[in-house]
């Protein structure tokens, strides 16, 4: 399975954008998707997740009602829609895939197998 993220790029305060990760290889093999974010000198952290559908999804407390993860199941592309974006959530953002089933284990980054290269999004004041 590999994974390729887009979309990343310099935006103000307050502008949206939105990250895209096509799934290629074997994507019936992946179940949960998420986005995971890394700051400069911060550990990864999670943004959001969802099942295989994205009927069911996950948010970090920080990004709650700015941003929307969606997947096409179809076309196998996973999205992340930014909006109100704050200096803060300026990162390199991953996108992630895990054989096992969306859960409450889905906000943890070790049960995803498989990662894509990162993209980076800079959020200026």
């Known amino acids: 399975v590999q994974l390729q993220a887009s979309g990343g790029g310099l935006v103000q305060a307050g502008g949206s954008l939105r990250l895209s990760c096509v799934v290629s290889?074997?994507?019936?093999?992946?179940?949960?998707m998420a986005w995971f974010r890394q700051a400069p000198g911060k550990e990864r952290e999670f943004v959001a997740a969802c099942n295989w559908s994205g009927s069911s999804t996950t948010y970090a407390d920080s990004v709650k009602g700015r941003f929307t993860i969606s997947r096409d199941s179809a076309r196998n592309i996973l999205y992340l829609q930014m909006n109100s974006l704050k200096p803060e959530d300026t990162a390199v953002y991953y996108c992630a895939a895990s054989p096992r089933p969306y859960g409450s284990s889905s906000l943890r980054s070790n049960v995803y197998n498989y990662w894509g290269q990162g993209t980076e999004v800079t959020v200026s004041s």
């Open positions: 290889g074997r994507p019936f093999s992946t179940n949960a």
